[in-house]
């Protein structure tokens, strides 16, 4: 069976573009391949004419920080972000959760643009994302912009962009400062399926006291058709001194606000809903007790 006829390597954006326009729709992009090789040998998208590989664009593959902010190219992948210890240290979550991100196999040649770009409110990397408030940046029907992360989701598997036509450019996000930080933990059956049953990455900001919660950003998934903050958790938790009391307080808020669905593969929606629970009970202590110390090592990473 063919999978494709022609594949390109440009070594620009410029380059990518004009052979996209150039297929009209009959070509793909494709980074490290492993959401969407699947997706066109399992025949959930039709085989493409080209597909054109982002990978050697300087571009997509750079990595710096800028001041306070991160800038992350799409195409970089999970095991550079695992290995990078500015992420590590100042936005911790991240590494967490691309650090589990299948195997090594998987990391070693999957993106995070490519978990962004794949639209499902279960992405790892697109959690953690969410959490930190990411921006992406985006050549949309030919014009360059930056959007807020969570603008990009349309549906389940559906952004708004269309990678017959459009590319994913660059991440950024603001680094953790004095009193912040983030965490990430997830729920994972052992074997058979790429996705997680629930994850959840948290940044909090601590009052200068340490002992309250002044600013908190919540991302759960999938509870939704695309990834969400859990707003009313967030706000349950801001202004609560930290300690078991206030996670009872997002427990509660989490339950009366998420509804998580039965998924055939993965878990049921009660299953999910207890382990609602869990993740806050690990999450929060976590990032608070990282915000309270300034210290951030990150846990779980290539375990799973
Ligand atoms: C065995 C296995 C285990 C996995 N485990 C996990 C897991 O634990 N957690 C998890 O979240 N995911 C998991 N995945 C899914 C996948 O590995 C990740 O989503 C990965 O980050 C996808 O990145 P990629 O570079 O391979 O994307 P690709 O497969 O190359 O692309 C994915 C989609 O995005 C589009 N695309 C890619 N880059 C761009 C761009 N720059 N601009 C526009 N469109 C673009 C492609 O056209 C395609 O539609 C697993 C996959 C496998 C095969």
């Given at each position: 069976?063919?999978?494709?006829?022609?594949?390109?390597?440009?070594?620009?954006?410029?380059?990518?573009?004009?052979?996209?326009?150039?297929?009209?729709?009959?070509?793909?992009?494709?980074?490290?391949?492993?959401?969407?090789?699947?997706?066109?040998?399992?025949?959930?998208?039709?085989?493409?004419?080209?597909?054109?590989?982002?990978?050697?664009?300087?571009?997509?593959?750079?990595?710096?920080?800028?001041?306070?902010?991160?800038?992350?190219?799409a195409g970089v992948t999970h095991t550079r972000i695992v290995s990078t210890d500015l992420i590590a240290a100042r936005a911790t979550c991240l590494v967490e959760s691309c650090g589990v991100v299948g195997g090594p196999q998987v990391r070693?040649?999957?993106?995070?643009?490519?978990?962004?770009?794949?639209?499902?409110?279960?992405?790892?990397?697109?959690?953690?994302?969410?959490?930190?408030?990411?921006?992406?940046?985006?050549?949309?029907?030919?014009?360059?912009?930056?959007?807020?992360?969570?603008?990009?989701?349309?549906?389940?598997?559906?952004?708004?962009?269309?990678?017959?036509?459009?590319?994913?450019?660059?991440?950024?996000?603001?680094?953790?400062?004095?009193?912040?930080?983030?965490?990430?933990?997830?729920?994972?059956?052992?074997?058979?399926?790429?996705?997680?049953?629930?994850?959840?990455?948290?940044?909090?900001?601590?009052?200068?006291?340490?002992?309250?919660?002044?600013?908190?950003?919540?991302?759960?998934?999938?509870?939704?058709?695309v990834p969400v903050r859990a707003e009313a958790v967030e706000a349950a938790l801001c202004g609560q001194p930290v300690g078991s009391d206030a996670v009872e307080r997002a427990i509660q808020a989490a339950h009366e606000g998420l509804h998580?669905?039965?998924?055939?593969?993965?878990?049921?929606?009660?299953?999910?809903?207890?382990?609602?629970?869990?993740?806050?009970?690990?999450?929060?202590?976590?990032?608070?007790?990282?915000?309270?110390?300034?210290?951030?090592?990150?846990?779980?990473?290539?375990?799973?």
């Open positions: 069976m063919t999978l494709w006829n022609y594949y390109h390597t440009p070594a620009s954006v410029d380059e990518a573009l004009e052979l996209l326009r150039s297929y009209a729709g009959k070509a793909r992009v494709i980074a490290g391949g492993t959401d969407l090789l699947l997706d066109i040998r399992q025949g959930h998208l039709p085989p493409p004419e080209a597909l054109i590989d982002i990978t050697r664009i300087g571009e997509l593959c750079d990595l710096h920080q800028d001041g306070d902010w991160l800038v992350l190219g070693n040649v999957g993106t995070l643009g490519g978990n962004v770009a794949h639209a499902l409110p279960a992405g790892d990397g697109t959690t953690s994302l969410v959490a930190l408030d990411a921006e992406a940046e985006v050549i949309l029907d030919g014009e360059r912009r930056w959007y807020p992360i969570r603008e990009l989701f349309v549906g389940p598997g559906m952004s708004l962009l269309d990678p017959t036509r459009d590319l994913l450019i660059r991440f950024r996000f603001k680094l953790s400062g004095p009193y912040e930080a983030t965490a990430f933990k997830r729920i994972m059956r052992p074997q058979g399926v790429a996705l997680p049953i629930l994850g959840c990455a948290a940044w909090v900001r601590l009052d200068e006291s340490g002992e309250y919660y002044a600013d908190v950003r919540l991302c759960i998934g999938p509870v939704d058709r998580p669905r039965t998924s055939r593969y993965r878990a049921t929606a009660e299953y999910r809903d207890e382990m609602i629970d869990v993740l806050l009970r690990r999450v929060l202590p976590l990032a608070a007790e990282r915000a309270q110390t300034g210290q951030a090592v990150p846990e779980g990473v290539g375990i799973e």
